[in-house]
């Protein structure tokens, strides 16, 4: 950053504080930079993610090799394996939703504005600046707790939970022996003075809602940070895997967009001194408004109301403006469900 002005003597400065201007070439070099911070901390995260991952398998690993490895019938040890998984799998479920934050971070900047540079109309895309900043302002998981741990669980863990899951079947039927008939094979599976029929009813239990959360978490697609699976070559995989998505219609994940509609915001300012709020919204958030007449219900005066439609970064830049002119004024913010047109959303999108 530096003090000095352009030659030109024009204003070229995209953002400015304290006497310091930050030109458009300037700009670019510390977008760049962040970009560079935003992968490494979400690579530091991914690489959490496979230390999670590294612990189920070593601790699976131990316990397979214990189990087998002695003719006593030492289920039990899998079985504990099995909760500890579960704990893994929790645990990562976590991690991957700060993951998921600093990826689409990352792909805001990769689909918005680098993308943006290659392709006609070689521009950043409109909401970018905003969706980027409100991230930043207000952190929020794209993605929620139920969508991860499905995820997971698809990707790594269920083949992790179906391999001890199958060794402690083959444990169960051949040590001492091998079982020769169902009977003795449930009579086997009793774990102290939990009989063998209970054990198996709460391992298919168990194992059956693991399932079913990850089938029914398939169709959430509103993470970012994954390459989601296409199956273009395989027709029966990719009919079932457009039945689970949410979408009725399937699309290519690059045809799909990473921002989130970011919040609109509607603020209504009771002021009177209405022109020179107005001057300030125009000159300095680049925002028009709307004049309304109204009438305090005590003091029975005209009282003009400005109503201006916002995004929720620009909230605390129009506070500021209201509090230099007048500090007696009176200002209403409250959310919105959709904004259309003057530059929000275009009508014809709907």
Do not use: C
Request: net charge positive; aromatic share 12%.
């Amino acid at each position: 950053m530096t003090e000095e002005r352009p030659a030109s003597g024009a204003d070229e400065s995209v953002w400015s504080y304290r006497g310091y201007h930050l030109r458009p070439s300037e700009f670019t070099t510390a977008m760049v930079h962040y970009y560079r911070a935003e992968i490494q901390r979400s690579n530091t995260w991914r690489m959490r993610l496979d230390n999670t991952t590294n612990w189920a398998v070593v601790t699976t690993s131990a316990a397979i090799s214990f189990a087998l490895s002695s003719p006593n019938n030492h289920h039990g040890v899998l079985l504990i394996n099995t909760l500890l998984i579960a704990i893994f799998l929790w645990i990562e479920a976590r991690r991957y939703r700060y993951y998921e934050l600093w990826a689409y971070r990352a792909r805001l900047m990769e689909t918005d504005f680098f993308a943006a540079m290659l392709a006609p109309p070689f521009a950043p895309h409109p909401e970018w600046a905003e969706n980027l900043a409100e991230t930043l302002l207000t952190p929020e998981f794209p993605i929620s707790i139920w969508e991860a741990f499905g995820r997971r669980f698809r990707r790594n863990y269920f083949w992790i939970f179906l391999l001890v899951g199958m060794v402690w079947a083959l444990k169960v039927y051949l040590h001492p022996v091998p079982a020769a008939a169902w009977a003795e094979f449930v009579t086997r599976s009793a774990l102290g003075p939990i009989s063998g029929t209970t054990m198996l009813i709460l391992g298919l239990i168990f194992n059956g809602a693991l399932v079913l959360v990850g089938i029914l978490t398939a169709g959430l697609t509103q993470a970012s940070g994954e390459v989601l699976p296409k199956f273009d070559g395989m027709p029966m995989m990719n009919s079932l895997w457009r039945a689970m998505r949410v979408k009725p219609d399937f699309e290519p994940l690059k045809k799909e967009r990473v921002s989130r509609r970011r919040r609109r915001i509607l603020a209504l300012v009771v002021t009177k001194d209405p022109q020179a709020v107005s001057e300030k919204i125009i000159k300095e958030m680049k925002r028009s408004g709307t004049l309304l007449s109204g009438q305090g219900i005590y003091s029975h005066q005209d009282r003009p109301v400005l109503m201006v439609a916002l995004t929720v970064t620009e909230v605390a830049h129009l506070k500021s403006i209201v509090s230099a002119q007048d500090p007696q004024a009176f200002v209403v913010v409250m959310p919105t469900q959709e904004i259309l047109g003057g530059g929000f959303q275009p009508l014809e999108e709907k």
